[in-house]
């Protein structure tokens, strides 16, 4: 009897290290599942080690339709989400966005999933937030207890999300041993935290050849404003076309360069955040067995969040939301809480 409590208790307490040690595949166009049909529904997403195309779509979607976001104006940035990750996707595996070095591929595929799965979390699990946190939280207390619109919330929760989100997810790809240690030459290896210089040098090496690939997005996303606007206005979060014609003015100015200012800033601060920060405090990694490895089962946020995180998603606000909110965007159709309130239809 003590001898089978020893071996139940034994393969509980090691059950997550074995998780960790399980080889990975990171390869987000190899992994089977490009339709609706190849979500698993009857599976907890959040224990998946990477979310399929359908996944993604599934879960989006589910948190933008769910009672407590639809039609609010907190729906509006994961609304338009599930348009552009729809989009993103099938332009990561074929079309423009393709990376080519298998390499940086998994670099960015780990990072889009992070930033993806803890969107969901973020929102879903944030409450009673400061408006002043760092990250989608901070985001979400701003459109409720700001009352903001849908446009304004939407614009808010991208500019957080290019930023300190997009920050964060790419440090934590950064301190994540099992990628390292599975598709990584040695030098990238941490045999013990703190890693060494050494190991920082080589890891920040790598995330550097992937810089080019993620810079492709910045034309990707200045290039598909009209996708968020229909998506939006499909949805009923906007009033009239006015938005979704300034859209399509916006598309053909040089807006990659904001796009670009923005993202720039971001991955600089992931860079000179790597090495500096206590991993046991970063929200997105947990300690298996003495390694470090990307979590998705517990939101958390930033205690003491990184100075460099804070400059970015502030800068990310002011070029991107706060220019276009003096500008008044309910001027193009922003709906508030009330209007939505008021239009049962758009409940469906």
Avoid at 163 to 190: G, K, N, R
Avoid at 284 to 294: E, I, N
Wanted: glycine content about 6%; overall charge neutral; aromatic content about 6%.
């Amino acid at each position: 009897m003590i001898k089978a409590l020893f071996i139940i208790c034994l393969s509980i307490c090691l059950a997550p290290l074995s998780r960790a040690q399980a080889a990975t595949n990171y390869d987000f166009c190899t992994l089977p599942g490009g339709t609706s049909a190849d979500a698993a529904e009857d599976v907890d997403a959040r224990s998946l080690p990477i979310w399929n195309a359908a996944t993604v779509h599934q879960e989006i979607s589910r948190l933008a339709k769910g009672d407590g976001l639809r039609a609010t104006p907190l729906a509006a940035y994961p609304t338009s989400y599930v348009a552009m990750t729809a989009a993103r996707d099938r332009e990561r595996c074929q079309g423009s966005l393709k990376i080519t070095d298998r390499r940086s591929r998994l670099i960015g595929d780990l990072l889009a999933d992070l930033m993806s799965r803890w969107l969901v979390l973020s929102v879903e699990d944030c409450k009673s937030g400061s408006t002043e946190a760092l990250g989608i939280c901070g985001s979400v207390s701003r459109t409720v207890q700001n009352k903001l619109g849908t446009l304004e919330s939407a614009l808010d929760m991208t500019a957080v999300y290019l930023s300190s989100h997009m920050a964060t997810a790419i440090v934590a790809v950064a301190y994540d041993d099992q990628l390292w240690e599975q598709e990584f030459p040695e030098s990238t290896h941490c045999l013990s935290h703190p890693c060494s210089s050494s190991v920082w040098k080589s890891r920040a090496d790598f995330l550097k050849l992937y810089k080019p690939y993620y810079d492709l997005n910045n034309k990707f996303l200045a290039g598909n404003l009209t996708t968020v606007a229909d998506s939006l206005q499909n949805a009923c979060l906007i009033r009239g076309p006015a938005f979704a014609i300034g859209a399509k003015i916006l598309e053909r100015l040089p807006l990659e360069n904001l796009f670009k200012s923005i993202r720039d800033e971001t991955f600089s601060a992931a860079l000179a955040t790597l090495a500096v920060i206590n991993p046991d405090t970063h929200p997105m990694l947990r300690d298996v067995g003495g390694k470090y490895v990307t979590q998705f089962d517990e939101f958390k946020i930033w205690e003491t969040p990184p100075q460099s995180l804070v400059r970015a998603e502030r800068n990310s606000r002011a070029l991107l939301a706060n220019s276009l909110l003096r500008g008044g965007l309910g001027l193009l159709g922003s709906k508030s809480a009330a209007e939505l309130e008021r239009s049962p239809a758009c409940r469906d």
